[in-house]
C-alpha cells in the first residue's frame, strides 16, 4: 500500500512525499493526502522577488501554472474514476491572489480557486472563520479514524456538497465533508497534527496513523465496490466488450444520482440541525441560551451593541432605540429577583450613557418540563407590580421562539416585532401556533 502527500505533515519515512507542480504521477500511490497550504507554498516559490518590490508571479510562469493545474484536475478526476479517495488538509480561503507581470512590465493579479484545485464547486462550499479543537465524530469508522489526530478547526461549513464528518460539539456546525466524486471520495478534513513529546512516539503515532488510514480507506471502498478482485492489465482498460461502454455510462450515471441524493440528505440534514437549534430557547440556560436569543435578535434586524463583561446579557439598537435584556433560564418560574437585576442594568446604562433604555426579560421558565407540564406561571402576579412601574417587558423564551418562526414565515413583520417589544408593559401577549407535540 503506498501513500503519498504533497505537503509535510508526515514522516517521510512512512508517506511518500511529491510536489505538486512537478512531474510526480497522481495515480501512482494507493492512497493520495494534499495539504492545501503546501500547494499555495509552491506556487510562492515561483515568484520573482525584486529587492524592495512586491513579489510576482511572471505571464510565462503563470501560463504553466495554469495547464499544470489541468494536468492534475484530470488526474484527480481518473483517480477518483478509479476508486481512489483523497484527504485534503484545508486551509481558510476559498482563492489565493498572486500578482503578476507581463512582458511590458505591467502589474495585474490572478487568483487560484482552492476548491477547484480538487475537481470541487467552489459555489457548493461556504465558510465561517472561527477556530477551537472540541470536535465529535459520530460515525465510528471516522471516530477511530481521528482519533489518531490532534484535530482542530479554523473555520466552519456553513454551505457544503456532501457527508458531515466531523461537528462542534453540541452543535450541529461541520468542520470536516466527505464529498463523493464518481467512485471515490474526497474526505476535507479538519486541522490534523500528530503531536508527540519524543522522536519515538512520533514514529509510533505515523506507524498507526497508516494502519488506520489503510483501514478507513478499504472501508470506503468496500462500501461501493464495483471492481473485480483480480488486477487487470492497464492495456485492457482501452477495451469495451459488447455493451460494456453503455454499463460504464450507466454505472457513472448511477454514481451521479448517489451523489445527487447524499447532496439532497445533506441540505435535508441541515435544515432539520436548524430547528434542532431553535430548541435550545426551550432547555437551555445560561451561555447556550444567551448565544441562542442574540442570534434571534440578529435575525430579526437588531443592531447588537457590545455589553461589558459581568454586565447587561445583551444589548439591542433600532434606529435611535436601545433596550437592555436580561436572559435566565430556570428550574422554576421568573423572579422578582431577575426583575430588580434587568432594573439595575437599566440604570446603570442610563448613568452610563445618558439614554434610558427599554427593559427586556426573556426567562426559560420551567426549563427541565416538557411544554405541556409547564401549568404555572412564566411570570407570578408578584412580579407584575414593580415590572409594570419600571416599565420593563417579560417574555418567556418560548414566546421569542414562536416570534421567530413567525416572522421566518413572513406572518409578523420586523417593525411589528419591534412595536410589541416596546409597547409591552409586563406581561408579553402573544400566542404560539407554530409549537406541535408529535
Request: aromatic share 12%; with cysteine.
Amino acid at each position: 500500500m503506498k501513500i503519498s502527500e504533497i505537503g509535510e505533515t508526515f514522516d517521510k519515512d512512512y508517506v511518500g512525499r511529491i510536489s505538486f507542480f512537478s512531474e510526480d504521477y497522481l495515480l501512482d500511490p494507493d492512497i493520495l493526502i494534499i495539504d492545501l497550504e503546501h500547494i499555495k507554498k509552491e506556487i510562492s516559490d515561483f515568484q520573482e522577488e525584486p529587492h524592495e518590490q512586491v513579489p510576482f508571479l511572471t505571464a510565462g510562469i503563470l501560463k504553466k501554472l495554469i495547464q499544470k493545474i489541468e494536468q492534475r484536475k484530470k488526474q484527480l478526476l481518473e483517480y477518483f474514476n478509479n476508486g481512489g479517495n483523497l484527504f485534503v488538509q484545508t486551509v481558510t480561503e476559498k482563492k489565493w491572489t498572486f500578482d503578476v507581470r507581463n512582458s511590458e512590465g505591467d502589474i495585474s493579479q490572478t487568483s487560484f480557486d482552492v476548491f477547484e484545485l480538487l475537481t470541487l464547486e467552489s459555489k457548493d462550499y461556504t465558510i465561517d472563520i472561527k477556530k477551537g479543537s472540541n470536535i465529535i465524530f459520530p460515525d465510528p469508522l471516522f471516530h477511530n479514524f481521528f482519533s489518531s489526530f490532534d484535530c482542530s478547526y479554523r473555520f466552519t461549513y456553513t454551505k457544503y456538497n456532501g457527508t458531515s464528518l466531523g461537528v462542534i460539539n453540541n452543535t450541529k456546525q461541520c468542520v470536516s465533508v466527505l464529498t463523493s466524486k464518481s467512485r471515490g471520495n474526497i474526505i476535507l478534513l479538519p486541522t490534523v497534527f500528530l503531536n508527540a513529546e519524543s522522536w519515538e512516539d512520533f514514529q509510533d503515532l505515523n506507524s498507526s496513523f497508516v494502519k488506520e488510514l489503510t483501514s478507513l480507506n478499504a472501508e470506503l471502498k468496500n462500501r461501493y465496490k464495483v471492481v473485480s478482485e483480480f488486477s487487470v492489465p492497464e492495456w485492457c482498460s482501452g477495451y469495451y466488450l459488447s455493451n460494456e461502454g453503455a454499463q460504464v455510462n450507466k454505472l457513472n450515471h448511477l454514481y451521479q444520482e448517489r451523489d445527487n441524493l447524499l447532496q439532497k440528505i445533506t441540505a435535508q440534514q441541515t435544515l432539520l440541525s436548524t430547528y434542532a437549534d431553535l430548541k435550545v430557547l426551550l432547555f437551555a440556560t445560561a451561555t447556550l441560551l444567551e448565544e441562542k436569543v442574540e442570534q434571534v435578535f440578529r435575525e430579526f434586524g437588531y443592531e447588537i451593541l457590545s455589553a461589558e463583561d459581568n454586565r447587561d446579557d445583551l444589548i439591542i439598537k433600532y434606529k435611535d432605540e436601545i433596550a437592555v435584556i436580561e436572559i435566565k433560564g430556570q428550574k422554576g418560574s421568573g423572579s422578582e429577583a431577575n426583575a430588580a437585576q434587568l432594573m439595575k442594568w437599566v440604570s446603570s446604562y442610563h448613568v452610563d450613557h445618558g439614554y434610558k433604555p427599554k427593559g427586556i426579560l426573556i426567562v426559560n421558565a420551567f426549563k427541565d418540563k416538557p411544554l405541556a407540564e409547564r401549568l404555572d406561571q412564566d411570570f407570578p402576579e408578584q412580579m407584575l407590580p414593580f415590572s409594570t412601574k419600571m416599565e420593563l417587558t417579560l417574555m418567556s423564551s418560548t414566546q421569542l421562539l414562536g416570534l421567530y418562526l413567525d416572522f421566518k414565515r413572513g406572518e409578523i413583520s420586523f417593525k411589528n416585532i419591534h412595536k410589541l417589544l416596546w409597547n409591552t408593559v409586563g406581561r408579553l401577549e402573544y400566542s404560539i401556533n407554530q409549537i406541535s407535540k408529535i
